[in-house]
Protein backbone atom coordinates (compact mmCIF):
# COMPACT_ATOMS: atom_id res chain seq x y z
CA UNK A 1 0.00 0.00 0.00
CA UNK A 2 1.29 3.20 -1.17
CA UNK A 3 1.91 5.82 1.82
CA UNK A 4 0.28 8.78 0.31
CA UNK A 5 -3.06 6.06 0.87
CA UNK A 6 -4.74 5.93 4.37
CA UNK A 7 -8.16 4.94 4.34
CA UNK A 8 -8.43 6.50 8.21
CA UNK A 9 -7.66 9.88 6.70
CA UNK A 10 -10.93 10.19 4.41
CA UNK A 11 -13.01 12.42 4.87
CA UNK A 12 -16.22 10.39 4.30
CA UNK A 13 -19.52 12.99 4.01
CA UNK A 14 -22.73 11.54 5.02
CA UNK A 15 -23.91 9.34 2.30
CA UNK A 16 -24.48 5.77 2.14
CA UNK A 17 -22.16 3.48 1.08
CA UNK A 18 -24.30 2.75 -2.29
CA UNK A 19 -24.70 6.27 -2.95
CA UNK A 20 -20.55 6.48 -2.84
CA UNK A 21 -20.17 3.41 -4.97
CA UNK A 22 -22.38 5.22 -7.52
CA UNK A 23 -20.77 8.26 -7.18
CA UNK A 24 -17.51 6.57 -7.55
CA UNK A 25 -18.66 3.81 -10.51
CA UNK A 26 -19.99 7.38 -11.98
CA UNK A 27 -22.70 5.45 -14.30
CA UNK A 28 -23.35 9.50 -15.92
CA UNK A 29 -19.58 9.82 -17.07
CA UNK A 30 -20.06 6.77 -19.45
CA UNK A 31 -21.95 8.74 -21.83
CA UNK A 32 -19.02 10.29 -23.08
CA UNK A 33 -17.67 7.02 -24.77
CA UNK A 34 -21.36 6.55 -26.02
CA UNK A 35 -21.73 9.99 -27.64
CA UNK A 36 -19.01 9.62 -30.06
CA UNK A 37 -19.81 6.63 -31.18
CA UNK A 38 -23.04 7.55 -31.62
CA UNK A 39 -22.71 10.88 -33.33
CA UNK A 40 -20.07 8.78 -36.12
CA UNK A 41 -22.85 6.19 -36.50
CA UNK A 42 -25.16 9.46 -37.32
CA UNK A 43 -22.45 10.98 -39.48
CA UNK A 44 -22.18 7.69 -41.43
CA UNK A 45 -25.64 7.27 -41.85
CA UNK A 46 -25.66 11.01 -43.38
CA UNK A 47 -22.50 10.81 -45.68
CA UNK A 48 -23.19 7.02 -46.88
CA UNK A 49 -27.14 5.95 -46.36
CA UNK A 50 -25.98 2.84 -44.40
CA UNK A 51 -25.04 1.92 -40.65
CA UNK A 52 -24.25 -0.85 -39.04
CA UNK A 53 -26.85 -0.55 -35.63
CA UNK A 54 -25.32 -3.65 -34.38
CA UNK A 55 -21.77 -2.62 -34.85
CA UNK A 56 -22.30 0.51 -33.43
CA UNK A 57 -23.95 -1.36 -30.33
CA UNK A 58 -20.89 -3.48 -30.04
CA UNK A 59 -18.59 -0.37 -30.74
CA UNK A 60 -20.11 1.24 -27.79
CA UNK A 61 -19.40 -1.94 -25.60
CA UNK A 62 -15.50 -1.29 -26.48
CA UNK A 63 -15.86 2.45 -25.76
CA UNK A 64 -17.15 1.86 -22.38
CA UNK A 65 -14.30 -0.58 -21.35
CA UNK A 66 -11.95 2.05 -21.98
CA UNK A 67 -13.96 4.87 -20.14
CA UNK A 68 -14.25 1.85 -17.38
CA UNK A 69 -10.21 1.59 -17.58
CA UNK A 70 -9.79 5.78 -17.44
CA UNK A 71 -11.85 6.22 -14.26
CA UNK A 72 -10.46 3.09 -12.14
CA UNK A 73 -6.85 3.80 -13.51
CA UNK A 74 -7.33 7.96 -12.80
CA UNK A 75 -8.31 6.80 -9.04
CA UNK A 76 -5.42 4.58 -8.62
CA UNK A 77 -2.72 7.10 -9.99
CA UNK A 78 -4.56 9.86 -7.79
CA UNK A 79 -3.85 7.75 -5.09
CA UNK A 80 -0.33 7.04 -4.80
CA UNK A 81 -0.43 11.15 -5.04
CA UNK A 82 -2.91 11.88 -1.88
CA UNK A 83 -4.83 14.11 -4.27
CA UNK A 84 -8.13 11.62 -3.29
CA UNK A 85 -7.14 11.90 0.28
CA UNK A 86 -10.22 13.09 1.14
CA UNK A 87 -12.66 12.15 -1.32
CA UNK A 88 -14.78 9.23 -0.45
CA UNK A 89 -16.25 8.37 -3.85
CA UNK A 90 -13.00 7.04 -4.86
CA UNK A 91 -12.64 3.36 -5.72
CA UNK A 92 -9.31 3.05 -3.68
CA UNK A 93 -10.80 4.17 -0.97
CA UNK A 94 -13.90 2.50 -0.73
CA UNK A 95 -12.41 -0.55 -1.08
CA UNK A 96 -8.69 -0.10 0.19
CA UNK A 97 -6.75 -2.23 -2.61
CA UNK A 98 -5.28 0.16 -4.87
CA UNK A 99 -3.15 -2.65 -6.58
CA UNK A 100 -6.53 -4.45 -7.41
CA UNK A 101 -8.76 -1.27 -8.59
CA UNK A 102 -5.22 -0.82 -10.63
CA UNK A 103 -5.19 -4.37 -12.16
CA UNK A 104 -9.22 -3.97 -12.86
CA UNK A 105 -8.57 -1.07 -14.99
CA UNK A 106 -6.11 -2.95 -16.88
CA UNK A 107 -8.69 -5.85 -17.57
CA UNK A 108 -11.50 -3.38 -18.76
CA UNK A 109 -8.31 -1.82 -21.22
CA UNK A 110 -7.78 -5.18 -22.98
CA UNK A 111 -11.06 -5.92 -23.33
CA UNK A 112 -12.08 -2.58 -24.79
CA UNK A 113 -9.35 -2.83 -27.01
CA UNK A 114 -10.61 -6.57 -28.19
CA UNK A 115 -13.75 -5.64 -28.76
CA UNK A 116 -12.70 -2.32 -30.73
CA UNK A 117 -10.63 -4.16 -32.85
CA UNK A 118 -12.88 -7.03 -33.63
CA UNK A 119 -15.35 -4.71 -35.19
CA UNK A 120 -13.36 -2.58 -37.69
CA UNK A 121 -13.21 -3.51 -40.64
CA UNK A 122 -9.73 -4.48 -41.84
CA UNK A 123 -9.26 -2.17 -44.61
CA UNK A 124 -9.45 0.68 -42.46
CA UNK A 125 -8.07 -0.75 -39.45
CA UNK A 126 -4.45 0.42 -39.36
CA UNK A 127 -6.10 3.94 -39.54
CA UNK A 128 -8.47 3.89 -36.85
CA UNK A 129 -6.58 1.79 -34.74
CA UNK A 130 -4.24 4.50 -35.07
CA UNK A 131 -6.50 6.66 -34.03
CA UNK A 132 -8.04 4.63 -30.91
CA UNK A 133 -4.27 3.84 -30.32
CA UNK A 134 -3.95 7.85 -29.87
CA UNK A 135 -6.84 8.17 -28.01
CA UNK A 136 -6.11 5.89 -25.60
CA UNK A 137 -2.25 7.51 -25.18
CA UNK A 138 -3.94 10.56 -24.39
CA UNK A 139 -6.32 9.02 -21.57
CA UNK A 140 -2.75 7.41 -20.41
CA UNK A 141 -0.91 10.46 -20.07
CA UNK A 142 -3.89 12.68 -18.78
CA UNK A 143 -2.54 10.83 -14.85
CA UNK A 144 -0.60 8.17 -15.50
CA UNK A 145 2.98 8.82 -14.22
CA UNK A 146 5.85 9.53 -15.38
CA UNK A 147 3.14 12.36 -17.07
CA UNK A 148 0.56 13.24 -15.12
CA UNK A 149 -0.44 16.04 -17.47
CA UNK A 150 -3.46 17.01 -15.52
CA UNK A 151 -1.30 18.10 -12.81
CA UNK A 152 -0.07 20.68 -15.12
CA UNK A 153 -3.67 21.67 -15.99
CA UNK A 154 -3.39 20.24 -19.53
CA UNK A 155 -6.28 17.96 -18.74
CA UNK A 156 -9.11 19.45 -20.92
CA UNK A 157 -7.02 19.85 -23.94
CA UNK A 158 -6.05 15.85 -23.94
CA UNK A 159 -9.66 15.13 -23.25
CA UNK A 160 -10.72 17.23 -25.92
CA UNK A 161 -8.40 15.71 -28.33
CA UNK A 162 -9.03 12.10 -27.20
CA UNK A 163 -12.84 12.19 -27.36
CA UNK A 164 -13.00 15.05 -30.03
CA UNK A 165 -11.23 14.62 -33.21
CA UNK A 166 -9.12 11.11 -32.50
CA UNK A 167 -12.36 9.20 -31.06
CA UNK A 168 -15.49 10.03 -32.74
CA UNK A 169 -13.49 10.55 -36.22
CA UNK A 170 -12.26 6.99 -35.84
CA UNK A 171 -15.75 5.71 -35.06
CA UNK A 172 -17.12 7.36 -38.10
CA UNK A 173 -14.94 5.90 -40.01
CA UNK A 174 -14.94 2.62 -38.22
CA UNK A 175 -18.96 2.14 -39.05
CA UNK A 176 -18.79 3.35 -43.18
CA UNK A 177 -18.83 1.75 -45.39
CA UNK A 178 -15.06 0.26 -46.94
CA UNK A 179 -15.53 1.30 -50.63
CA UNK A 180 -16.71 4.67 -49.59
CA UNK A 181 -13.85 5.53 -47.17
CA UNK A 182 -11.19 4.41 -49.68
CA UNK A 183 -10.60 7.75 -51.18
CA UNK A 184 -10.44 9.22 -47.49
CA UNK A 185 -7.74 6.42 -46.58
CA UNK A 186 -5.49 7.21 -49.94
CA UNK A 187 -5.41 10.36 -48.49
CA UNK A 188 -3.85 10.14 -45.43
CA UNK A 189 -0.22 9.23 -44.63
CA UNK A 190 0.92 5.81 -43.09
CA UNK A 191 -0.33 5.40 -39.56
CA UNK A 192 3.27 5.47 -38.46
CA UNK A 193 3.83 8.49 -39.81
CA UNK A 194 0.85 10.24 -38.76
CA UNK A 195 -0.41 13.22 -36.86
CA UNK A 196 -3.68 14.05 -35.72
CA UNK A 197 -4.03 16.74 -38.69
CA UNK A 198 -2.86 14.07 -40.98
CA UNK A 199 -4.48 11.74 -39.63
CA UNK A 200 -8.09 13.42 -40.43
CA UNK A 201 -6.53 14.14 -44.21
CA UNK A 202 -9.63 13.47 -46.56
CA UNK A 203 -12.34 13.72 -43.64
CA UNK A 204 -15.35 15.87 -44.57
CA UNK A 205 -15.34 19.51 -42.70
CA UNK A 206 -18.44 18.45 -41.50
CA UNK A 207 -17.23 15.31 -39.84
CA UNK A 208 -14.21 17.67 -38.40
CA UNK A 209 -17.04 20.12 -36.99
CA UNK A 210 -18.75 17.24 -35.88
CA UNK A 211 -15.52 15.82 -33.56
CA UNK A 212 -14.64 19.49 -32.37
CA UNK A 213 -18.35 19.69 -31.02
CA UNK A 214 -18.04 16.68 -29.28
CA UNK A 215 -14.27 17.11 -28.15
CA UNK A 216 -15.26 20.94 -26.55
CA UNK A 217 -19.08 19.28 -24.87
CA UNK A 218 -16.70 16.32 -23.62
CA UNK A 219 -13.88 18.64 -22.01
CA UNK A 220 -16.90 21.19 -20.20
CA UNK A 221 -17.62 17.57 -18.26
CA UNK A 222 -13.55 17.53 -16.79
CA UNK A 223 -13.50 21.37 -16.11
CA UNK A 224 -16.57 21.23 -14.34
CA UNK A 225 -15.54 18.05 -11.95
CA UNK A 226 -12.95 20.27 -10.47
CA UNK A 227 -14.53 22.75 -8.76
CA UNK A 228 -15.31 21.43 -5.61
CA UNK A 229 -11.21 19.56 -5.08
CA UNK A 230 -9.83 22.94 -5.07
CA UNK A 231 -8.03 22.68 -2.31
CA UNK A 232 -7.43 19.01 -2.44
CA UNK A 233 -6.00 19.22 -5.43
CA UNK A 234 -3.68 22.31 -3.93
CA UNK A 235 -2.42 20.27 -1.39
CA UNK A 236 -1.18 17.50 -3.88
CA UNK A 237 0.61 19.75 -5.86
CA UNK A 238 -2.14 19.39 -8.58
CA UNK A 239 -2.86 22.31 -10.48
CA UNK A 240 -5.68 21.69 -12.24
CA UNK A 241 -7.54 24.44 -14.02
CA UNK A 242 -9.24 25.92 -11.23
CA UNK A 243 -6.49 25.99 -8.61
CA UNK A 244 -5.05 28.28 -10.96
CA UNK A 245 -7.72 30.26 -12.23
CA UNK A 246 -10.14 30.55 -9.07
CA UNK A 247 -13.92 29.85 -9.40
CA UNK A 248 -14.89 33.60 -10.79
CA UNK A 249 -12.27 33.63 -13.52
CA UNK A 250 -13.85 30.11 -14.15
CA UNK A 251 -16.98 30.66 -14.43
CA UNK A 252 -15.83 33.26 -17.56
CA UNK A 253 -14.12 30.17 -19.04
CA UNK A 254 -17.00 28.03 -18.67
CA UNK A 255 -19.38 30.74 -20.39
CA UNK A 256 -16.84 30.46 -23.18
CA UNK A 257 -16.21 26.87 -23.95
CA UNK A 258 -20.62 26.25 -23.65
CA UNK A 259 -20.67 29.44 -26.21
CA UNK A 260 -17.85 28.07 -28.06
CA UNK A 261 -20.09 25.05 -29.91
CA UNK A 262 -23.08 27.21 -30.98
CA UNK A 263 -20.91 29.75 -32.52
CA UNK A 264 -18.40 27.49 -34.54
CA UNK A 265 -21.81 25.81 -35.53
CA UNK A 266 -23.29 29.20 -36.61
CA UNK A 267 -20.09 29.65 -38.59
CA UNK A 268 -20.12 26.30 -40.34
CA UNK A 269 -23.63 26.98 -41.23
CA UNK A 270 -22.53 29.72 -42.58
CA UNK A 271 -20.08 28.58 -44.62
CA UNK A 272 -22.34 25.88 -46.06
CA UNK A 273 -20.36 23.12 -43.85
CA UNK A 274 -23.35 22.18 -40.98
CA UNK A 275 -26.85 21.63 -42.62
CA UNK A 276 -29.34 23.89 -41.22
CA UNK A 277 -31.29 20.93 -39.30
CA UNK A 278 -28.30 20.22 -37.50
CA UNK A 279 -28.32 23.75 -36.42
CA UNK A 280 -31.49 23.95 -35.43
CA UNK A 281 -31.35 20.73 -33.18
CA UNK A 282 -27.83 22.23 -31.71
CA UNK A 283 -30.13 25.23 -30.88
CA UNK A 284 -32.30 23.61 -28.82
CA UNK A 285 -29.82 22.71 -26.52
CA UNK A 286 -29.18 26.31 -25.32
CA UNK A 287 -31.57 25.83 -21.87
CA UNK A 288 -29.30 22.55 -20.68
CA UNK A 289 -26.74 25.52 -21.64
CA UNK A 290 -28.11 28.21 -19.27
CA UNK A 291 -29.00 25.79 -16.49
CA UNK A 292 -25.09 24.70 -16.56
CA UNK A 293 -24.23 28.47 -16.51
CA UNK A 294 -26.57 29.43 -14.14
CA UNK A 295 -25.82 26.72 -11.76
CA UNK A 296 -22.09 27.65 -11.56
CA UNK A 297 -22.63 31.56 -11.47
CA UNK A 298 -25.03 30.67 -8.11
CA UNK A 299 -22.38 28.42 -6.43
CA UNK A 300 -19.41 28.68 -6.92
CA UNK A 301 -18.26 29.76 -4.10
CA UNK A 302 -19.87 26.88 -2.05
CA UNK A 303 -17.99 23.65 -2.33
CA UNK A 304 -20.55 21.50 -1.15
CA UNK A 305 -23.00 22.61 -3.75
CA UNK A 306 -20.58 23.05 -6.53
CA UNK A 307 -20.14 19.45 -6.44
CA UNK A 308 -22.99 19.09 -8.58
CA UNK A 309 -21.83 21.22 -11.51
CA UNK A 310 -20.27 17.92 -13.04
CA UNK A 311 -24.30 16.85 -13.29
CA UNK A 312 -25.10 19.54 -15.67
CA UNK A 313 -22.03 19.43 -17.79
CA UNK A 314 -23.11 15.87 -18.44
CA UNK A 315 -26.56 16.48 -18.63
CA UNK A 316 -25.08 19.50 -21.56
CA UNK A 317 -22.79 16.80 -22.83
CA UNK A 318 -25.74 14.04 -23.72
CA UNK A 319 -27.71 17.07 -25.14
CA UNK A 320 -25.24 18.19 -27.53
CA UNK A 321 -24.51 14.83 -28.70
CA UNK A 322 -28.22 13.76 -29.36
CA UNK A 323 -28.71 17.12 -30.92
CA UNK A 324 -25.86 16.30 -33.36
CA UNK A 325 -27.58 12.85 -33.92
CA UNK A 326 -31.10 13.90 -34.30
CA UNK A 327 -29.43 17.03 -36.41
CA UNK A 328 -27.67 14.29 -38.95
CA UNK A 329 -31.01 12.31 -39.17
CA UNK A 330 -33.53 14.93 -39.79
CA UNK A 331 -30.74 16.26 -43.00
Not at 250 to 260: D, E
Request: hydrophobic content about 55%; proline content about 7%; some cysteine.
Amino acid sequence: MDDAYDPARVDYAPKGRRQLWLAALKPPMYSVGIVPVLVGAAAAKFHHGVVAWSQCAALMFGAIFVVAWVNLSNDAFDATTGADVHKPESVVNLTGNRIGVLLASKLFLAAGVCVLASNVDPAQNPRVMCMFGAAITCGYIYQGPPFRLSYQGLGEPLVFIAFGPLATTAFYLAQSPAHATAAAAAAAPAPAAAGISSLLAGVSPLVVLLSVLVGISTAVILFCSHWHQIEGDRRAGKMSPLVRLGTEKACQVLRAATAAPYLIAVGAAAAGICPMPLLGCLLLTLPAASRLLCFAAANHALPAQIASLKKFGVCWHVAVGLSLVAGLLLS
